[in-house]
């Protein structure tokens, strides 16, 4: 059973605030990711994590920051949000080591819309 | 350029198999096939991954080729529970890459 929450679940907001969405996992796992996902298209990498005071960029272009002060918290900021921030943003986490037993938890996601 | 390509939409009749096909024709030695289902409104669920043999789980098999430039998930008996979009995804060690998944429609 897949121990992963992110909040808010829904988000509206102006053009211009700064916001975070929140992920955190139960699991102890210490690879964290961040995708963006449109209605009906693929999930793309924005972000993702080793571990403790490890971030990456991922293949797609993003405004957005993430930090990684602990291992269960892996957090989104946007500083200033745009309508085209408008998305599907899901966050999910994997045990670090062996890649044949590697796997995905995902949480439930967040909709961002911005005004 | 994505990965991993499937077709876009698939119908099933309940109580029969389904097979979803995936064509990954750029794969290395070392990636691993992963398959995962999406349900509106979640987060995507793992199902099923590999490397070159075949493999069953309780959830559904999967069968590699043997150059490994495409793969099938078999679901043996669809319900209307599996009503979903499913990808096809490469895992290279750094990063999964998701395809535009098929979804997949069960017919009562």
């Known amino acids: 059973e897949a121990d992963i929450y992110q909040t808010p679940r829904y988000l509206v907001i102006g053009t211009g605030k700064k916001i975070t969405l929140e992920c955190s996992q139960t699991m102890g796992h210490d690879k964290m990711y961040w995708y963006q996902q449109d209605p009906g298209m693929e999930l793309h990498l924005i972000h993702y994590s080793y571990g403790v005071n490890s971030t990456e960029k991922g293949d797609l272009s993003s405004e957005s920051t993430v930090s990684r002060i602990r291992t269960e918290h892996f957090p989104l900021t946007l500083e200033s949000a745009r309508p085209s921030h408008t998305s599907q943003y899901l966050c999910?986490?994997?045990?670090?080591?062996?890649?044949?037993?590697?796997?995905?938890?995902f949480g439930s996601g967040t909709q961002l819309s911005v005004l | 350029d994505a990965k991993t390509t499937q077709p876009n939409s698939m119908e099933s009749n309940e109580e029969e198999p389904v097979h979803l096909p995936c064509n990954h024709s750029t794969i290395s030695g070392t990636d691993y096939i992963h398959w995962y289902r999406q349900l509106p409104s979640q987060g995507p669920e793992y199902v099923i991954h590999?490397?070159?043999s075949n493999v069953n789980n309780r959830m559904a098999s999967l069968a590699i080729a043997e150059d490994r430039k495409s793969s099938t998930l078999i679901l043996h008996r669809a319900t209307l529970r599996d009503a979903a979009v499913y990808y096809c995804?490469?895992?290279?060690?750094?990063?999964?890459?998701f395809g535009t998944g098929t979804s997949l429609t069960v017919i009562p």
């Open positions: 995804i490469l895992n290279t060690g750094n990063q999964f890459y």
């Open positions: 590999g490397l070159t």
């Open positions: 999910a986490s994997s045990e670090l080591g062996n890649r044949g037993k590697e796997k995905l938890f």
